[in-house]
């Protein structure tokens, strides 16, 4: 069965620092990887996804993701985060269900 | 365009009631899905539907029900309503009826309260 595990529940970086969000997934084919973003009393924002091809994939919002299919995982990273991505990061794999983690909450200290 | 309308934003139900949850998309998306979201435990998908008439069942589907008449519509009915069922409700949609590369695109939710 397909799962997502994301280590982190929470974390806090300073304004300026680079971010990495770990995500491992279990799969049984090729995955269709997805990042999303969710702000307070929001819906849910796609960020990024993975279906093919290069293995390092470019999102929204200066944001981007690895694939690394030895070690089941895909996660996303941000060079500078800024004050406003504090927010709760969600990944999920799949095709027709998806799946998700259980996500990681993002603090940005001034 | 709209996008993902989901209705309504806020909900107090007793035990026991029954209600309707409502989503609607313009984008003409053949997948639509239910998803509850409860805190440290992600998104949690109820039931999916790949296109009119088609629904099928997701992880958590007990005590909901589906129905998908049209392309557009996408309810989702509480049949008894428990304080179990205390949450954060999201439909979402994509393009393609099978497996695919696609994003969902997400409404805004709706905040239920089971009493």
């Known amino acids: 069965a397909q799962s997502v595990t994301q280590p982190d529940i929470h974390i806090t970086v300073s304004e300026g620092a680079s971010l990495e969000l770990r995500c491992n997934y279990s799969y049984g084919a090729t995955p269709y990887l997805f990042w999303y973003v969710q702000s307070p009393g929001q819906g849910l924002q796609l960020l990024l996804k993975?279906?093919?091809?290069?293995?390092l994939v470019q999102g929204i919002k200066g944001f981007e993701a690895e694939f690394k299919r030895s070690q089941s995982s895909f996660n996303l990273r941000k060079p500078s985060v800024h004050w406003s991505d504090a927010a709760e990061y969600f990944c999920a794999v799949g095709a027709r269900k998806l799946v998700f983690g259980k996500g990681t909450k993002l603090t940005v200290n001034p | 365009n709209a996008g993902v309308t989901q209705t309504p934003k806020f909900q107090v139900l007793k035990t026991g009631q029954s209600m309707t949850l409502q989503c609607a998309q313009d984008?003409?998306?053949?997948?639509m899905s239910w998803y509850r979201q409860d805190p440290g435990m992600g998104l949690r998908l109820i039931h999916y539907?790949?296109?009119?008439?088609?629904?099928d069942q997701g992880e958590v589907p007990n005590g909901y029900n589906v129905s998908r008449s049209t392309t557009e519509d996408f309810p989702l009915r509480l049949l008894s309503a428990a304080p179990s069922q205390t949450s954060v409700y999201f439909c979402?949609?994509?393009?393609?009826?099978?497996?695919?590369?696609?994003?969902?695109?997400f409404g805004s939710g709706t905040r239920l309260t089971v009493v």
């Open positions: 993975y279906f093919s091809g290069d293995t």
């Open positions: 979402a949609s994509r393009n393609g009826a099978g497996g695919g590369p696609y994003g969902y695109t």
């Open positions: 984008m003409n998306h053949e997948y």
């Open positions: 539907s790949v296109g009119a008439g088609i629904t």
